[in-house]
């Protein structure tokens, strides 16, 4: 059974930094495009960032570029998202997930595994 698990969200004030975690197991995670989305309340599902199984290729959305890394440590089955300058509009529920094709990585609806979420709450 594939699980997926994020931890390191909460509450920061706005410019702050928070860095999340997600967790895999049932899964060889090397093979995954690892991806990162955020739902904030009564909006759509959004692609935040992705990483290929090996790491070597990362893509961000424009709203995160410059602020947001994502990385990976595959002996550990864990992807990582550092959050930098947070605002108030990057509050949102932040879920990761797994994908087999790199070549969807921006797509949602073909994401084949998710975790739980974890809220991220900015103050102004």
């Known amino acids: 059974q594939v699980q997926l698990v994020e931890s390191g969200g909460g509450l920061v004030q706005a410019g702050g930094s928070l860095k999340l975690s997600c967790t895999a197991s049932?899964?060889?995670?090397?093979?995954?495009?690892m991806g990162w989305f955020r739902q904030a309340p009564g909006k759509e599902r959004d692609f935040v960032a992705a990483?290929?199984?090996?790491?070597?290729?990362?893509y961000w959305a424009d709203s995160v570029k410059g602020r947001f890394t994502i990385s990976r440590d595959n002996a550990k089955n864990t992807v990582y998202l550092q959050m930098n300058s947070l605002s108030p509009e990057d509050t949102a529920v932040y879920c990761c997930?797994?994908?087999?094709?790199?070549?969807?990585?921006?797509?949602?609806?073909?994401?084949?595994?998710w975790g739980q979420g974890t809220q991220v709450t900015v103050s102004s």
């Open positions: 049932g899964l060889t995670f090397s093979t995954y495009t």
């Open positions: 997930a797994a994908v087999r094709v790199l070549g969807f990585y921006r797509n949602v609806a073909r994401y084949d595994y």
């Open positions: 990483i290929s199984g090996s790491g070597g290729a990362t």
